[in-house]
């Protein structure tokens, strides 16, 4: 909308002049395809109209926030995928042995190692017991 037009509308009339909002600029975040919203900046008849690199800036800022927030969203995710995960190996009614890539046992990650049990003599070996209720 030309600002000529935005001027002589009624949300300037009754919102931006009575806040004392003279302009306003806004970009968009947009996170994983999932998540929206829109960042906002109004200024004062005093500052004046945002000009070219104010609106460059806040696009980066806007960038910079929709990265942020998928890093967010994805952590999340990983979170819930690995506590569902682990409630699959605490429900498990036998051990389970860890195997490499290459077949061989495996040590497994160091929280497997801290709360596994030796399943025998082997110094490479870790057998996960099904968790005590």
Request: contains cysteine; aromatic residues 6%; positive net charge.
């Amino acid at each position: 909308m030309p600002k000529s037009e935005f001027l002589r509308s009624a949300l300037h009339a009754e919102y931006f002049v009575p806040q004392g909002f003279h302009s306003v600029m806004a970009a968009p975040v947009l996170a994983n395809g999932s998540h929206c919203g829109v960042v906002v900046a109004f200024g004062s008849r005093r500052r004046g109209d945002f000009d070219e690199p104010y609106l460059a800036e806040l696009a980066g800022l806007a960038g910079h926030l929709s990265r942020a927030i998928g890093l967010r969203l994805d952590c999340a995710r990983l979170t819930e995928d690995l506590h569902a995960r682990n409630h699959v190996l605490d429900d498990a009614p036998d051990g389970i042995l860890l195997l490499d890539k290459h077949i061989k046992t495996s040590p497994g990650p160091p929280q497997i190692r801290r709360s596994g049990r030796r399943c025998c003599s082997c110094a490479d070996c870790w057998c996960l017991a099904p968790a005590k209720r």
